[in-house]
């Protein structure tokens, strides 16, 4: 185990190696002094953080310090990712076998998003890949005893600028399943319940008899992409779809149905997730708090929540109106005075 730090002349760098368990990583500065103060701090912090692991591991007999990708494999074989595989592929990919669980996964976690700004990804999508490594971390704290002290918070997500937002009418909705042909009820059936519970596709595809109690939907914290429970209610004229679960399809039937049901009414722009947004809407026009939202969606916070903060302005008037009227109070005083 060291760490060496050295100035390569022919590509004006420097660079700092280091051997951990017979592995080596590298990891280079620029070649002006800026960066062989860079790389020299970086190879202090290395080299006091695997003092801290072999002396936790070995000198105190307590659990050696494990990578973060030992955290990814252990959240993939415990709970349900297919949700997020698009985003565990790329993030495992960059953090590498090398990076610690703790402060140096947050520290990565922060160059990946700079990162990916910089390559000019949207902000939901840095936000996908945060959101594994927050989770990990969680989890690392929570549930296993890996880390003493809570990291995820460390990793903030910034809300996405412009964020693009599609609701449907119920009528919309409507038009969208008749153009699914009876062949592909099974489809139907997932995409109407979509939009009349704003699960996600992945959360409605690991649905199981276990999760269907007294005409709702209780999703465990392995099955959720928060990590943490919820219940959602399901109309009543829609709780037999769930009666012969787990449903009958697949990832790429379920996606050639969509594509050609959006074709077949005009709306090649639409996605799935935009059946979670419609929910959203119909809960707000029906008249359902923010934090109610907050609660059926599984959102973390109402700051999550506010991005639908415009669909209940239109109740604020309706709220106006029903409070009790003081006026009287100021015109007996005014005709008093005169």
Known sequence: MGITVRYREKRNRWVVTETYHGHRHQRSFAGDREGERQAREYAAKRQAELNEAAFQGEAMGRQPRRTFIEGLERWIDEYDVASQVKAIRPVAHYMGDRVLLGMDSVDKAREMARDLRQQGRAQSTINNHLQVVKRVLNLAYREWGWLD?????????????????????????????????????????????????????????????????????????????????????????????????PFATTYSRLRMVWEHARQAVGRPDLRFHDLRHSYASMLAQAGESMTTVRDLLGHSSLIVTSRYSHMFDAGLDDIGSRLPSLSAAFCDQTATKH
């Not at 519970?197 to 649905?207: D, F, K, M, V």
Request: no cysteine.
């Open 149 to 245: 002290r809570p990291l995820g918070d460390k990793i903030r997500k910034k809300m996405p600028k412009n964020e693009r937002h599609v609701y449907l009418t119920i009528e919309q909705v409507s038009q969208l399943l008749q153009a699914i042909p009876d062949q592909s009820i099974v489809e139907k059936r997932v995409i109407a319940l979509a939009a009349l519970t704003g699960l996600r596709q992945g959360e409605l595809l690991a649905l199981d008899p276990q999760n269907v109690q007294a005409g709702r939907i209780l999703l465990r914290p392995d099955q959720t992409k928060s990590g943490k429970a919820r219940v959602v209610p399901v109309p009543e004229d829609a709780r037999a779809w769930l009666e012969d679960l």
